[in-house]
């Protein structure tokens, strides 16, 4: 097999694999009826007594600054985030991170809530369900009360208090970490003379859509781990149909492409978890086995929330401290989590050695040349001596042109005695395939690619080459439609691409000879809108490639002449 034709098909299979992932991957639209379908028979087959939570459907939009001034505040900060808890409800409604900015260069912080009068209403409730009509309990219009100090942060929990006509009194002990967790002890005190029951539970609730990525190698949406069994479904089919499931263990929340919203109930309590959708999207836990509070009698239980930057080692670190099992999956790592998290690991390691993220990927573009060194090197040499062996061939060809059987045997026997192997060109390609997928998949779905640059105009890693061939790359003061933005880079991928076709044989065919010299063009239009570091991969791969390929062109020789 000609080098040119293992070129192209390793970047353009590669380029594909995005596309047949989904294909023999993800489930059929029959397999996820079938598999939505066995959930909700074990969910029901398991349903324990606890109630329903009600949904407050209200559907009044204000601005956020309105609706933060509707209700008295408690602030809270630490080193990575800031905002604040409602009164109202004792929601936490308002939080935006310090470290990370909407836009690159930008001013304004990441927000991730928002309170449930905004149109992008995205919030967390926690409290306390019973199925006794003749119980008050707190709900979202509840007013609580402030005792002691008024402002949370890692040194300093507060203390909420609300108190029903039953003489029963809620108390919400809330703290804070210096990263992403929050806990909140509640505890409730029963001064009546009677015996209640009441279920603990928490929910993460959200107005709309958010404006998500919609790319199928990324979830976006409401996910949970039950009992070692990751689950993830999209809004669209919450819409469709509820999820429900009883566990033992495990957590709920809601994902986005680079932050977590998500739920840990109490260890070693049982619980179900529910994401449905009317009006709102919620994805929530209650307990299954009632907290029973005699005459007198005080019970208390404990949530943690967790409202996150996927920061790989921040997540792995709680996963780790908390015992929370698969919480590094609200990264979505995907099914070949065995290269994307080796992938990751490298990554870091030469992004801490190098200061530059594109530093990184040229430094682990150097080791998996590497390691993929021995198969190339047999490619090569092969080729090499293909590229060589194109007179002899094409002599074969002419001499027994009317005998297709003897051209077949003749080359059979050329091989033979130069010890040639046409199919070991073919070696590296599987390889390059997953490995090109899995620094893609990477550079997509982590923190660590987004806003980094690498040098000069290449401002961002995790985004397309910014610049076009067609303004002369911001000469001309226009900017072309998404489609003609091919920069500089694409383009040098397609030139290193151009030079790898020249050093190799070219197809004895002249017709795909011909198609053949367009394949570095087709390829830079394709690859254009990928990731700038993706294609940073792709060069310096491609510049490797050619010089170990032409110190093996050196070095090799035929007996044929």
């Given at each position: 097999m000609e080098n040119p034709k293992n070129i192209i098909a390793a970047i353009s299979l590669s380029a594909a694999v995005i596309i047949l992932y989904s294909l023999f991957f993800a489930p059929t639209p029959q397999e996820r009826k079938q598999i939505q379908s066995e959930k909700n028979k074990t969910s029901q087959n398991t349903s324990g007594d606890a109630p329903s939570l009600d949904q407050n459907n209200e559907t009044i939009k204000i601005s956020r600054e309105e609706a933060m001034n509707e209700s008295k505040r408690i602030l809270f900060e630490n080193e990575n985030i800031k905002g604040s808890i409602s009164l109202t409800g004792s929601k936490i409604d308002d939080l935006e991170f310090k470290k990370f900015k909407e836009e690159l260069n930008g001013d304004k912080n990441v927000i991730l809530l928002n309170p449930s009068k905004v149109k992008s209403g995205y919030y967390v409730e926690t409290g306390w369900a019973t199925t006794s009509k003749n119980i008050d309990t707190p709900n979202s219009k509840s007013i609580w009360e402030i005792k002691g100090n008024n402002r949370l942060t890692p040194n300093t929990p507060i203390k909420l208090v609300w108190l029903n006509d039953q003489n029963i009194k809620f108390e919400k002990e809330i703290s804070i970490d210096n990263q992403y967790l929050f806990t909140v002890k509640q505890k409730i005190t029963n001064n009546s003379e009677k015996k209640y029951s009441f279920y603990p539970y928490g929910q993460i609730i959200r107005n709309e859509i958010p404006k998500i990525t919609n790319f199928f190698i990324l979830h976006e949406g409401p996910l949970g781990v039950f009992d070692s069994e990751l689950v993830e479904e999209d809004y669209d089919d919450i819409q469709e149909k509820p999820f429900s499931v009883n566990a033992d263990k495990g957590f709920v929340g809601i994902t986005d492409k680079f932050w977590i919203t998500s739920l840990i109930p109490q260890e070693n309590r049982k619980f179900r978890a529910d994401f449905d959708y009317k009006n709102k999207f919620r994805t929530n836990f209650i307990e299954t086995n009632a907290t029973e509070i005699g005459a007198n009698e005080t019970k208390s239980n404990e949530i943690k929330i967790l409202l996150a930057a996927k920061e790989v080692r921040v997540i792995d670190e709680y996963a780790k401290n908390l015992n929370i099992e698969k919480l590094d999956l609200v990264i979505d790592w995907g099914y070949l989590y065995f290269l994307t998290r080796p992938m990751w690991f490298a990554l870091d390691y030469f992004y801490k050695l190098l200061g530059n993220y594109g530093l990184a990927i040229?430094?682990?573009?150097?080791?998996?040349?590497?390691?993929?060194?021995?198969?190339?090197?047999?490619?090569?040499?092969?080729?090499?001596?293909?590229?060589?062996?194109?007179?002899?061939?094409?002599?074969?060809?002419?001499?027994?042109?009317?005998?297709?059987?003897?051209?077949?045997?003749?080359?059979?026997?050329?091989?033979?005695?130069?010890?040639?192997?046409?199919?070991?060109?073919?070696?590296?390609?599987?390889?390059?395939?997953?490995?090109?997928?899995?620094?893609?998949?990477?550079?997509?779905?982590?923190?660590?690619?987004?806003?980094?640059?690498?040098?000069?105009?290449?401002?961002?890693?995790?985004?397309?080459?910014?610049?076009?061939?067609?303004?002369?790359?911001?000469?001309?003061?226009?900017?072309?439609?998404?489609?003609?933005?091919?920069?500089?880079?694409?383009?040098?991928?397609?030139?290193?691409?151009?030079l790898q076709q020249k050093m190799n044989p070219a197809p004895p065919d002249p017709v795909q000879a011909k198609i053949f010299m367009f394949f570095p063009i087709f390829l830079t239009v394709i690859l254009a809108p990928f990731p700038s570091g993706l294609l940073l991969y792709w060069v310096t791969n491609n510049i490797l490639q050619m010089i170990q390929q032409y110190i093996v062109m050196r070095q090799t020789k035929i007996k044929t002449v």
């Open positions: 040229i430094a682990v573009t150097v080791c998996i040349r590497v390691a993929l060194f021995p198969l190339a090197q047999l490619s090569f040499k092969s080729m090499s001596r293909m590229k060589l062996l194109q007179p002899e061939m094409q002599r074969i060809k002419e001499a027994n042109k009317d005998d297709k059987k003897k051209v077949q045997m003749e080359m059979m026997n050329l091989y033979r005695r130069e010890k040639v192997n046409p199919l070991s060109g073919c070696l590296p390609i599987l390889p390059m395939i997953f490995i090109f997928f899995a620094l893609y998949k990477v550079l997509f779905v982590t923190l660590d690619g987004r806003h980094k640059p690498f040098y000069g105009y290449l401002v961002d890693l995790s985004e397309r080459d910014p610049t076009s061939m067609f303004n002369l790359f911001g000469l001309i003061n226009w900017t072309p439609p998404d489609f003609l933005l091919i920069g500089a880079l694409p383009l040098f991928f397609g030139f290193t691409m151009w």
